[in-house]
C-alpha cells in the first residue's frame, strides 16, 4: 500500500560553515512527494543536486514523526548565538516556518545538544537535520 508524503511543502535544511568563499556547505531539500535532492552550495549560489531520490515508506513515517514534533516546538526565527566568525549555521525552511541555528565554528553541528529532548528548539531542529542527512545518505 502507498503512503502519502507527510509534508505539505518543501522542506530544506541547510548546514553551511562562513569562510573565505563565503557560506558554503550542503541543502538538503525534500517535496511534498517525497522526493529529494541534496546540493552543495557554495557562497550565494545552490549548485546542481549531487544526489535525488524518494524517500522509503518507513522514511516518510519517520519524517512524519519528526514533523509532528516540529510542529509541536515553538521554533523562532534565530537560534544559539550571536554573530561569530566562520559560525556553523543550521537552517530549516518548510511552510511559514524558517529558523537558522547559529553553532560555534568548532561544535560538528548536527548532533552536537541533540540530547536536550523535550521541547528545545535547538534539539528539534538538530534531529530533524540529521535524520534527513541519514535518510539521504544512502
Do not use: H
Request: net charge neutral; hydrophobic share 35%; proline share 8%.
Amino acid at each position: 500500500m502507498a503512503q502519502e508524503c507527510p509534508l505539505s511543502a518543501p522542506l530544506t535544511i541547510k548546514d553551511t560553515q562562513s569562510g573565505f568563499a563565503g557560506e558554503t556547505g550542503t541543502v538538503w531539500t525534500i517535496l511534498p512527494d517525497c522526493t529529494y535532492t541534496v546540493a552543495r552550495q557554495i557562497g550565494l549560489q545552490v549548485l546542481d543536486p549531487e544526489k535525488r531520490g524518494r524517500l522509503t515508506p518507513e522514511q516518510q513515517s519517520r519524517l512524519k514523526e519528526l514533523v509532528s514534533r516540529m510542529s509541536s516546538v515553538r521554533m523562532p526565527r534565530e537560534l544559539g548565538g550571536g554573530p561569530q566568525v566562520n559560525a556553523r549555521r543550521v537552517a530549516l525552511s518548510y511552510g511559514q516556518t524558517e529558523t537558522v541555528l547559529t553553532l560555534a565554528p568548532s561544535s560538528r553541528g548536527p548532533g552536537t545538544p541533540a540530547a536536550a529532548g523535550g521541547n528545545d528548539p535547538a534539539a528539534a531542529l538538530l534531529e530533524l537535520a540529521d535524520q534527513i542527512k541519514a535518510m539521504t545518505a544512502g
